[in-house]
């Protein structure tokens, strides 16, 4: 039985950037097959039972080496899977998905090519560099820095005299030779040169200089691979459309969600936002009591509410049924989102409800265990751990304390070393007292409102 594998473009680096067909296949895939220079949020989109496989590529230095990777599309497609072979930019611009693909067709396995937007164009759009311009530039040519072992050379007196915009990919360590080959054969000295490094995501780097200065330029801000080279007049234009956002270079860890209201906000505003997960969810078959019986409901979490409707109606019970009863939420979370399905709920627990006539509706642990409780659902632990060193970021956001645990429970024991030393803001004034708990050193409490977050952590990082 074959599967298929797919050959998948994850973009210049921001998650935002992958194609909607790439985040559905990452959600399908058995198997993943991912690069270095990914963003490793994208495997965030992967199902839990996913095996990934990280077969990363370091300059110089192979970790898995192709024909190993060739072999593993072959096979675990042979085994039935969905393998997605998950690669840098574009799978067919110098990432050798094409030869990939010709291994695939030879052995008769079922493939598909999902293009992916390469940084050789959107590098430089994020640097305020357009590759063609009317008054600049009227074709652009994207050049790898890397060559075969076979000696092979780049035409340079072909490249020295186009007109248009160069864009040198992975050359990073080449390029002393590539400014000095451009001159002898032509180039002026004066031709203007980008370096961005780390295009589109939080730490990108950029400097501009010309032919004859930017190898200074670039050992003194200490740039290095994976950046881009891009040699042309369209370079000037950096200057004046380069755009500057208030959270420009802030780098965020945030719960994931499927609505993503968080994210969406936070990079609105130029933060670059990676994911952490939430536990895994598991409904629990239990035995409905007898609603009649109670005169309040006490709902500990939104979660818990949904799957108290469900098991209505999967009992045959309409929901009318509750009109009598009073509802009480644990907190102003809660309450928002009761009231957004046309229930105005009670915050907090009144003196006067007879504890024997309470039900309580929450997960595996009741929040004020008073009355009966009813457990309808687990929490799981996820098997992949946060793929980050937590020293690259800003802060990290909680909405709620089970945020705080699911984000600690992914943590290695590296990691967890590193909680003191990173900033928290914390959205409630439990989940601050929580994150104080968790050793963070620096809580910042916000509003329990995802607007009213954004504004306070754009003001924070303003101020810093």
């Keep these: ?21 790439g985040k559905r296949r990452l959600n399908e895939a058995d198997i993943v097959l991912y690069d270095r220079l990914i963003d490793p949020s994208l495997l965030a989109f992967t199902n839990n039972e996913a095996e990934l496989i990280d077969v990363g590529k370091l300059p110089l230095h192979h970790k898995v080496k192709q024909s190993k ?228 409901i006490i709902v500990d979490d939104v979660l818990a509410y949904h799957q108290f409707i469900t098991l209505l109606i999967k009992n045959g019970i309409d929901v009318r049924q509750l009109i009598d009863k009073k509802i009480i939420a644990s907190n102003h979370r809660v309450v928002q989102a009761l009231q957004k399905t046309g229930i105005l709920a009670i915050k907090g627990m009144p003196q006067d409800i007879p504890v024997k006539r309470t039900i309580e509706i929450g997960g595996s642990k009741p929040t004020y265990n008073i009355g009966t409780f009813l457990s309808l659902y687990e929490k799981k632990k996820r098997s992949l751990v946060l793929p980050f060193d937590l020293k690259e970021f800003s802060a990290v956001i909680f909405p709620s304390t089970a945020s705080i645990n699911d984000f600690l429970a992914s943590l290695s024991e590296k990691q967890l070393s590193q909680v003191s030393m990173l900033k928290a803001f914390a959205m409630g004034k439990k989940v601050q007292q929580a994150a104080i708990q968790a050793g963070f050193g620096h809580v910042v409490i916000c509003p329990p409102d995802v607007k009213k977050t954004v504004i306070q952590v754009k003001e924070e990082f303003m101020h810093d």
Excluded at 1 to 21: D, K, Q, S, W, Y
Excluded at 154 to 172: P, R
Excluded at 219 to 241: D, E, M, N, T
Aim: glycine share 8%.
């Design 1 to 21: 039985m074959n599967g298929r594998v797919t050959l998948l473009g994850a973009g210049p680096g921001n998650p935002e950037l992958l194609t909607l067909i």
């Design 69 to 296: 990777i060739n072999e593993m599309l072959v096979d675990y497609a042979k085994q039935g899977k969905k393998v997605v072979r998950l690669k840098a930019g574009d799978p067919y611009v110098f990432g050798r998905g094409g030869e990939e693909a010709q291994v695939l067709q030879q052995f008769g396995v079922n493939f598909e090519v999902i293009p992916g937007i390469t940084s050789a164009i959107a590098g430089l759009a994020a640097a305020g560099i357009p590759i063609t311009h009317r008054d600049y530039a009227s074709s652009f040519h994207i050049i790898t820095g890397h060559h075969k072992k076979n000696g092979q050379q780049l035409d340079w007196e072909n490249i020295a005299h186009q007109e248009g915009t160069i864009v040198f990919l992975m050359g990073m360590a080449q390029l002393p030779k590539i400014c000095q080959q451009l001159v002898e054969h032509g180039k002026s000295s004066q031709t203007p040169v980008a370096i961005i490094q780390w295009a589109t995501q939080w730490r990108q780097k950029m400097v501009i200089g010309d032919l004859e200065n930017i190898n200074e330029l670039v050992a003194r801000h200490q740039l290095s691979s994976p950046a881009l080279i891009v040699v042309g007049q369209v370079v000037k234009l950096s200057k004046q459309l380069n755009i500057n956002k208030p959270l420009t270079g802030v780098h965020l860890l945030i719960p994931f969600s499927e609505h993503q209201r968080l994210f969406n906000s936070l990079e609105d505003l130029g933060a670059t936002a990676d994911f952490y997960q939430r536990a895994l969810i598991e409904p629990l078959e239990v035995t409905l009591p007898s609603i009649d019986e109670y005169d309040a």
